[in-house]
């Protein structure tokens, strides 16, 4: 009857394999992977035929610079996060300052319909106007805004011309003009609002200009 032998170099090879696919399952091979295939080689070496010193002294070379490669992405990965978390808690400069959006337009989804909006003021006032306009830069419709304080204020536009039609749906741009109480004028538009605060969410700096949170991609400007 035939009988089959084993070696121990084959035995410690599959056993290795089968600890490093249990333990490695994408099966990346790292410095301390190579380490113990070296050991290995060495342990189950021929005593008649021992593996060359050169060869030895090359193996040993590889692991150095593998080891060193894995420092560096390591150091560098340390760096990224550290860049990263900088860039995101300087954000915190910016409240205080004012974000445009770099729109100032709102859309009417159907005729008939209607909008709300938020309007920034940087001062207290005593009287103005929003004014809503076409693509033309025609006059659409005119809002009242009565004496308040500086802040935002949410105005509702219900659709309809000064005429009292339907507006047709679609995009219109609004601003403002205002009197302030130290008798000076001045015009604003939609989109433009103070940063309030900066929240955090998953890592992503939010900046809250009116009365939403939007990410700083959406921000055309701070000034």
Known sequence: MASSITSPTTTATTET????????????????DFMKLLLIQLQYQDPTDPMDSSEILTQTSQLAQLESADNTN?????????????MQFSTIAAIGKMAD???????????GGNSS??????????????????????????????????GAQTFNWDGTTSGGDAAAEG?????????????????????????????????????????????????????
């Open 17 to 32: 394999t089968s600890t490093t696919t249990s333990e490695n399952p994408n099966g990346i091979l790292g410095k301390d």
């Open 74 to 86: 390591t150091a560098l990965e340390k760096l990224s996060e550290s860049l990263l978390t900088s």
């Open 101 to 111: 959006l770099g729109s100032d337009s709102i859309t009417l989804d159907a005729e």
């Open 117 to 150: 909006f938020d309007i920034f003021f940087p001062t207290d006032i005593a009287s103005g106007s929003v004014e809503i306009r076409d693509g033309d830069g025609s006059l659409i419709q005119s809002i009242s805004v009565p004496e308040s304080s500086a």
């Open 171 to 223: 995009i219109y741009h609004v601003s403002a003009t205002y009197g302030a109480n130290d008798g000076s004028t001045g015009t604003v538009k939609l989109g433009s609002y103070p940063i309030e605060s900066i929240r955090f969410e998953e890592g992503t700096p939010l900046a809250k200009v009116g009365s939403s949170y939007v990410s700083f991609d959406d921000i055309y400007e701070v000034y």
